[in-house]
């Protein structure tokens, strides 16, 4: 158990909806990164927040935004959804800011969006 | 980026080691090297990561050339439930002291009987 908790574990939903997907990170981290995985993709960093603030942006869409609260739980909101956004995405969180590089990323087990 | 390139798929045998290889020729002084591993769709477990020196944990030995272009993953004795993709992956640092990990497509482990 990586202490990551990410819910819903699954979600199905229809095109052009939106959902909310929820992580919170490990006790005491304060940095929290979002990736996706589809079939044909592989992993893809789409976010990272740190302590509140976007720190890095990867490849996300303007339709999906994101943000971390203060109680540094993060939010990830898929919107106008479309079949090819069907796909695992994963929260990873850290103890740091990371420019050491030196803090592991450690992941939750994911929620599987399907759009139908 | 530094790019690492990983053989797409190895098999091992129950019990002996299983030694994954990585090459990342354009690794930087600074950039460290992490292992990954994801089992079936379950989100990615950490497993090692280092600069320079050999490093051991209670999952996977780690070592790392000299000339730090390359590194192998040893898992010392390999079990039906390290069957697995193994990602190698130099860390990035991003403007604003953002980073993150940037996931190739890793090598499937395939532990038999």
């Known amino acids: 158990d990586s202490g990551v908790t990410q819910t819903p574990k699954h979600l199905i939903t229809a095109t052009g909806q939106r959902v909310t997907l929820r992580c919170s990170p490990r006790?005491?981290?304060?940095?929290v990164y979002w990736y996706q995985q589809s079939l044909d993709q592989g992993l893809q960093f789409l976010i990272h927040?740190?302590?509140?603030?976007?720190?890095a942006k990867g490849n996300i869409l303007e339709r999906f935004s994101a943000q971390q609260f203060p109680d540094l739980h993060s939010e990830l909101n898929l919107s106008s959804l479309e079949l090819g956004d069907s796909a695992l995405y994963f929260c990873?969180?850290?103890?740091?800011?990371?420019?050491?590089?030196?803090?592991?990323?450690?992941f939750g087990n994911g929620t599987r969006l399907t759009v139908t | 980026d530094a790019k690492t390139t990983q053989p797409p798929s190895m098999d091992c045998a129950e019990g002996r080691a299983a030694n994954l290889p990585c090459n990342h020729s354009?690794?930087?002084?600074?950039?460290?090297v992490y292992w990954y591993r994801q089992i079936h769709s379950q989100g990615p477990q950490y497993i090692i990561h280092?600069?320079?020196n050999n490093e051991t944990n209670e999952m996977a030995s780690l070592i790392i050339t000299e000339d730090r272009k390359s590194s192998t993953l040893i898992l010392p004795h390999a079990t039906l439930r390290d069957t697995a993709v193994y990602y190698c992956?130099?860390?990035?640092?991003?403007?604003?002291?953002?980073?993150?990990?940037?996931f190739g497509t890793g090598t499937q482990l395939k532990v038999e009987l």
């Open positions: 990873a969180s850290s103890d740091h800011l990371g420019g050491t590089y030196n803090s592991p990323l450690h």
């Open positions: 006790s005491g981290d304060l940095s």
């Open positions: 927040y740190y302590n509140g603030e976007e720190r």
């Open positions: 354009t690794i930087s002084g600074n950039e460290y």
């Open positions: 280092g600069l320079k």
């Open positions: 992956i130099v860390r990035v640092g991003l403007t604003g002291g953002g980073n993150k990990l940037t």
